[in-house]
């Protein structure tokens, strides 16, 4: 089945810095999703990609959908403390039966103040 | 606009008993989706329903585990005879088409 290579695993960086990870996959999405979870909660959406080359932005963070729509990056500007948490990115294919998500398994993010 | 409800948000069961996790899509969404989460994992999907038809069950155990959408009320996730491997957080996710998916806060399911 269709898997997603996310990384790193972790990051800890500090309070300030700019932080980068991606996901990668050996086949291709219609759309990549970019999601945060926090301990005990749901994952809440960050940002949407829908077209191959899009570049994104919501506030500090900016994402992109690969051209060749197998890979995607998320971007965090000037981290702060509340940016902790789990990133999940996730691919899209809707089509026939199809329309679940596909998520890579996680970056785990740590802001030192 | 409520966002996705879910409920309970922490369920305990002894093994052999039933789990029924219910999902309250967000309003005018009629696309549900369910997905499973084991500890430091990604979500896992399980079903996809549309109302009150099962679109897709390919992520679901054929044994013990259901889903439904009626016409009138929740999503429901019943899952039978419950065994320690069936403890995970539970998620619902709801969408207005085939596309981009919003997540209830899940269900914490813990046999005992």
């Known amino acids: 089945g269709q898997q997603l290579n996310q990384s790193p695993q972790s990051m800890f960086i500090q309070e300030g810095e700019d932080v980068s990870m991606n996901c990668t996959s050996s086949?291709?999405?219609?759309?990549w999703l970019w999601y945060k979870q926090d301990p005990g909660e749901g994952p809440v959406l960050l940002i949407a990609?829908?077209?191959?080359?899009e570049l994104t932005s919501n506030g500090r963070l900016t994402a992109q959908f690969g051209i060749t729509r197998k890979d995607s990056f998320l971007n965090i500007s000037a981290s702060i403390p509340s940016d902790v948490g789990i990133y999940f990115c996730?691919?899209?294919?809707?089509?026939?039966?199809?329309?679940?998500?596909?998520f890579g398994k996680g970056t785990k993010l740590s802001v030192k103040p | 606009n409520a966002g996705v409800m879910q409920n309970p948000r922490h369920l305990v069961r002894r093994r052999g008993q039933e789990a029924r996790l219910r999902c309250s899509p967000m309003?005018?969404?009629?696309?549900v989706y369910w997905y499973r989460q084991l500890p430091e994992e990604g979500l896992k999907f399980m079903v996809y329903?549309?109302?009150?038809?099962?679109?897709?069950e390919s992520g679901m155990p054929k044994e013990r585990f259901s889903a439904e959408f009626p016409k009138e009320g929740p999503s429901i996730l019943r899952i039978q005879q419950v065994v320690r491997g069936d403890s995970a957080a539970y998620f619902c996710?709801?969408?207005?088409?085939?596309?981009?998916?919003?997540f209830g806060p899940g269900t914490r399911l813990t046999v005992l």
């Open positions: 990609l829908y077209k191959a080359g």
């Open positions: 329903l549309q109302k009150e038809n099962i679109i897709d």
């Open positions: 086949s291709i999405f219609n759309t």
């Open positions: 996710a709801s969408s207005p088409s085939r596309d981009t998916q919003y």
């Open positions: 309003k005018g969404h009629s696309h």
């Open positions: 996730a691919g899209l294919n809707y089509g026939g039966s199809q329309g679940n998500l596909i």
